[in-house]
């Protein structure tokens, strides 16, 4: 935790740069007023604070390995707190907490086969995972991203898609679940669940790495099944509307027969076999 | 253990109303019910009361609570500790376990200034029950008596208070009154004693169960839809027996701000599991849609997740749930009396 007493005061950080990703997304890049560093593991979260609306649980999706001491949140405006944030200029100032919660295991993940499944906004948390292991690529073994989105307007980074596209060392496809007559797309049409099969999964080493919406983890886990993918090699990112970011609040409990969990706190990523028991996971 | 003559007794509260810096809170007739309130006399405080429609937690715990100001206009954000310094006078035995179960929730991990340091400069005087609400289970839960947790515990027996001291501020608040105590002899002994053993009668004799099987009950019936369905037909999603609860501390945090529009208060408010947003997320997710699902989530709060985390059943048994539930769905000991019945593993 931070110096301060309270569990509530944010810290301020400056927005030094934004971008939009799409109609809806922007990408804002956050820098502290005292310099300090944010210091987070990739798919760690904050909750972006704005006096006077509220405050928002924002996954952190840019790399600890890039861009330090600033971090990039990308948001979509889907409600107070975020479409406050959307109007917001650079060079003005938002409060953070955090960062909270458990990351990607990436030391576990080291010397394995990578499969990375990203669908809509769920590539914003997976991005601070796979520009960590882009940034530390000997350490990892083959680089899969399977990217989908629901029309070509909605792909984001597409700066980063294509280099990835253009590496030796990386299999990448893309995705849309359908694309407009008027759209320009070179990527596969139909829904991201397809592209597994032309993945080359080792069963002994291949890790899956999934962050989407509910609907999607529920047919990419039912394809990972099909290739018989062992469940503890396959990590999950979770969505809740965490208030508090430090277990107390309650908003972000997963009931199971045997125990709860607090996304916040052993989470937001899960390993699948801890959480596939908990019929409220996903 | 000293006693304390019951006109000394009224005479030491009169004497810290007038002389305490600190806000002395006790039990009060409020209409027909009972609350726990700031007291203007002795004569105000029901020592025989059965239950307070709201739990004590309310003073560690506010319905609304600051914990950031800020000025938008100017950048700032402040934080915000309002702690009042307060004697409260007559939390009954599960009220305090109630209580401690709530010290271990807010120190875990982060440690939550805003609840604890009110818990800190806070004192409390038990009183043991001389009544009990029709609805309460204290005995079965095993917390109609508490050998922890308080600065003062206090049994009527008659003339006299019999007062038991648990803390080095509770020796101090009776010395700081200059109250005339007396030893107790053996006679006071066994009126007190005689007390703590005539108190299972003044409760329920309809649970079935014993608490420390909830755990396995809870886990084996976790998966039984109907019977949560059945249980919960009537709910209406009020969140009522989130709110009496001394035991529920779910919380929202949410932005006021003031007509300027330029300053406000970041505040917690008690939030309740049983209310249909609980879970909702962005974009019209809900993880809890189902009243039978929000309903079977608060059980296995109670009987279960505290159990495994913190060893603690956080049902203390006060009935408050119970009596206040309207559609009378609540009660925690038909649900459990209905496990233990239809349990295979029992």
Not at chain 2, 162 to 177: D, F
Request: contains cysteine.
């Amino acid at each position: 935790m931070k110096s301060n007493d309270s569990l509530f005061l944010p810290e301020q950080v400056r927005i030094i740069g934004q971008r939009e990703l799409t109609s809806d997304t922007k990408l804002f890049d956050l820098s502290f007023e005292n310099g300090q560093q944010l210091n987070h593991e990739p798919g760690q979260f904050v909750e972006l604070s704005i006096a006077g609306v509220g405050e928002a649980p924002i996954s952190v999706t840019s790399s600890p390995t890039r861009g330090v001491p600033s971090f990039e949140l990308c948001v979509r405006s889907v409600g107070n707190v975020t479409s406050a944030f959307h109007n917001m200029k650079v060079g003005e100032t938002v409060g953070i907490r955090g960062p909270f919660g458990k990351g990607f295991p990436v030391e576990e993940l080291k010397e394995r086969d990578l499969l990375f499944i990203a669908g809509g906004l769920g590539i914003a948390p997976l991005r601070s995972l796979i520009n960590y292991v882009l940034d530390n690529r000997d350490y990892y073994n083959e680089v899969n991203i399977l990217y989908g989105c629901r029309k070509p307007c909605e792909q984001m980074f597409e700066d980063e898609v294509s280099n990835w596209a253009r590496r030796q060392d990386i299999y990448h496809e893309s995705t849309v679940d359908y694309c407009p007559d008027e759209a320009c797309w070179e990527g596969n049409v139909g829904v991201i669940t397809e592209l597994i099969p032309g993945v080359d999964i080792d069963l002994d080493n291949t890790y899956a790495v999934v962050c989407g919406p509910p609907v999607m983890y529920k047919f990419v886990l039912q394809e990972l099944e099909k290739k018989e993918l062992p469940h503890d090699q396959i990590y999950l990112s979770l969505e809740r509307r965490m208030k508090c970011g430090v277990g107390k609040c309650g908003h972000c409990q997963i009931n199971g027969a045997k125990e709860e969990l607090y996304a916040c706190q052993d989470g937001p990523v899960f390993n699948y076999e801890l959480i596939k028991g908990f019929e409220e996971a996903i | 253990m000293k006693l304390i003559g019951k006109a000394d007794f009224s005479n030491f509260v009169d004497d810290l109303i007038e002389n305490d810096t600190r806000e002395v809170i006790g039990v009060q007739a409020k209409s027909n019910k009972f609350a726990f309130d700031p007291l203007g006399s002795s004569e105000d405080l029901r020592l025989d009361y059965d239950v307070t429609i709201l739990p004590p937690k309310k003073y560690f715990m506010p319905q609304r609570e600051t914990l950031v100001k800020y000025n938008t206009h100017e950048g700032e954000m402040k934080p915000v500790n309002e702690v009042i310094p307060r004697i409260i006078i007559g939390v009954h035995p599960y009220d305090i376990i109630a209580i401690q179960q709530m010290d271990k929730v807010f120190e875990e991990t982060h440690s939550d200034e805003n609840y604890l340091e009110k818990r800190r400069q806070s004192v409390l005087v038990g009183v043991n029950m001389k009544n009990a609400s029709d609805w309460s289970f204290a005995d079965t839960m095993g917390t109609s008596t508490t050998e922890s947790g308080y600065d003062l515990m206090l049994t009527d027996i008659g003339e006299e208070y019999a007062v038991e001291i648990g803390s080095v501020r509770g020796s101090e608040l009776l010395n700081q009154a200059k109250t005339k105590l007396n030893d107790v002899g053996m006679e006071e002994i066994d009126k007190v004693k005689q007390f703590k053993e005539e108190l299972p009668e003044k409760f329920r004799s309809d649970p079935k169960f014993d608490p420390y099987e909830l755990p396995k009950l809870l886990y084996e019936y976790y998966g039984k839809d109907e019977f949560w369905e059945e249980n919960a037909e009537d709910c209406l999603s009020c969140g009522t027996c989130n709110l009496v609860c001394p035991t529920c501390y779910c919380f929202d945090v949410k932005d006021v701000n003031d007509i300027t529009l330029t300053k406000g208060e970041r505040l917690r408010t008690w939030d309740g599991c049983m209310l249909e947003a609980f879970a909702e997320v962005a974009g019209d997710e809900n993880f809890r849609e189902e009243k039978a699902a929000r309903y079977r989530h608060r059980y296995m709060r109670k009987g279960r997740y505290m159990y495994n985390k913190f060893g603690d059943i956080a049902c203390v048994g006060c009935g408050r749930c119970s009596e206040q539930c309207l559609p009378d769905i609540a009660d925690p000991v038909e649900v459990f009396n209905q496990m233990k019945e239809g349990s295979d593993e029992i």
